[in-house]
């Protein structure tokens, strides 16, 4: 896949060389690039060459000064510009295995790249991590990554991601520590297999591995109708040793979903840390939370506003929080709908995985000047669900005034509604 240019920055230098959407990003001081990371390596520099082809095959060769950190202003349609690396294990847990078919062609990859960890954020198994791989990390000390993990027992790896290489899991996150490449590294909790006195060993083992190790997000496995087999789901009292466990160890996060399901509140936010894993649930909640808290809210409305939030079944909880305070304000009624997954079944509880068809049966009867969602219901720079159907197809079957709030960690949006 090529460096394909998909936007342009207004008022940056792209704009100004009359690079278009179209464009292929050919070399820069006649290197070819591989990813994002050779392209922000390769235009720290004063002056460079870019060799762009046009959108109608034309090449052209264009000389430029800038200042020496200063950005071209280039949305790149992906990360890398060679062949993203597959992921090569089967695991037991794995979501896109639990998809059906006819979603988006998007939903059904399975990458396992440390370049799109290091750039985006998205986890990693290190079991397609090459010796060439480690050689480039470590010469442009890239990080942090994020790694998952799930267990540090040899054999119960291989046994959970069905793939041989999975056992060395600790040789590799010795040699991250080793080289001083900082890492966050996820546990998916499967009941049965890496919960309970597994669980303690790894802990124990990634707790060896000092200040490279940033964080530890404990989160439940995600179970949808569509499994051909039983995978145990986490329950109250499996939340509730998941969460006790964590406590005796530095760095270590349960995700919101495990104090739901437990029947606790939501620890306060120096549980988090710098809520370094926030896109996987960890400290989600609170963080919106406390966001509302710090509004300045007025205490009257001029006229009668009835406003719904549509969120997910694991933001319920948050958002009756935020609707009590909100209807303090005389003039002002709030009310909440959790959007509850008939597609993926009742184990789904995310706001990510929420389809058009469950919005639209859950707001339907709903009777309110606003209806409010999140972006993450939304495949990001579209307004597209997950089924693929558009925010206006939604607004059409529903007839609602539906608004997209774009921060998915705050609710500050609503002062432009009232």
Known sequence: ??????????????????????????????????????????CKSELITVEVQKANGEIEEIELEKDFDEDLGIVFESAVFDK????????????????????????????????LS??????????????????????LHLGPFYISVHTTNPDLRVRMLRNPKAANIMKNLEWFAKNNIPFHTQIVLCPEYNDGAELERTLKDLSSLGDCLLSVAIVP????QFRTDALKTVDSEIAKQTIDIASNYKKVCCSDEFFLLAGKEIPESEYYGNFSQLDDGVGSLRTIMDDFDALDLPEVIDKPLTICFACSVAAEKAFEYIANGLNKIENLKVIVKPVKSTYWGKNITVAGLITSEDLINS????????????????????????????????????????????????????????
């Open 1 to 42: 896949m090529p460096a394909l240019v998909s936007d342009v920055i207004p008022g940056s230098i792209a704009e100004e060389l009359e690079i278009e959407n179209g464009d292929i990003i050919l070399a820069i001081d006649g290197e070819k690039m591989q990813d994002m990371i050779d392209y922000k390596y390769l």
């Open 363 to 418: 707001i339907n009867d709903i009777e309110a000047d606003y209806v409010i969602v999140p972006s993450i219901m939304l495949k990001p720079y579209t307004n597209l669900f997950l089924d693929g159907n558009s925010l206006d197809y939604v607004k059409e079957k529903t007839r609602k005034n539906i608004v997209v709030f774009e921060d998915n960690y705050s609710v500050s949006e609503i002062l432009d509604l009232l």
């Open 118 to 139: 290091y750039l985006q954020g998205t986890y990693i198994t290190t079991t397609n991590l090459t010796d060439k791989d480690k050689e480039r990390i470590s010469k």
């Open 84 to 115: 993203v690396k597959p992921c090569l294990n089967n695991c037991i847990f794995c979501f896109v295995a639990q998809q059906p078919k006819g979603l988006r062609d998007t939903l059904y990859v399975k990458d396992d790249d440390y370049r």
């Open 221 to 224: 496995v995600g179970v949808t």
